[in-house]
């Protein structure tokens, strides 16, 4: 699960969701009006699953960010998480 509060604050811009996905291709699946979230399993959407010791399981993909608007750049935000495995 990834949320992302869709107002860049620095650029004061405000992100569409479809401006963004997660991996390869996969969009938001609940948008509201603050947050969008990305909830996917974790074999999904390209996302990469590797062991990092017999207890930890490392989870990276990315957040790609494709602006409507042509003065703005694509953006892409690498992600990782960890979990326990046990």
């Known amino acids: 699960m990834v949320s ?6 620095s650029r004061n811009l405000y992100i ?4 963004l996905h997660l991996g390869m291709g996969c969009p ?3 948008i509201h009006t603050y947050v969008y979230e990305f909830i996917y399993l974790v074999h ?3 996302i990469r699953t590797r062991v990092v010791s017999e ?3 490392l989870f990276q993909t990315e957040l790609y960010f494709t602006p ?7 953006e892409e ?3 990782e998480c960890s979990a326990s495995s046990v």
């Open 4 to 9: 992302v509060i869709p107002l860049a604050e």
């Open 77 to 79: 935000i690498h992600l």
């Open 55 to 57: 207890e930890t399981l």
């Open 16 to 19: 569409f969701a479809d401006e």
């Open 68 to 74: 409507r608007n042509i003065d703005h750049d694509p």
């Open 44 to 46: 999904d959407c390209g």
């Open 28 to 30: 938001a699946n609940w």
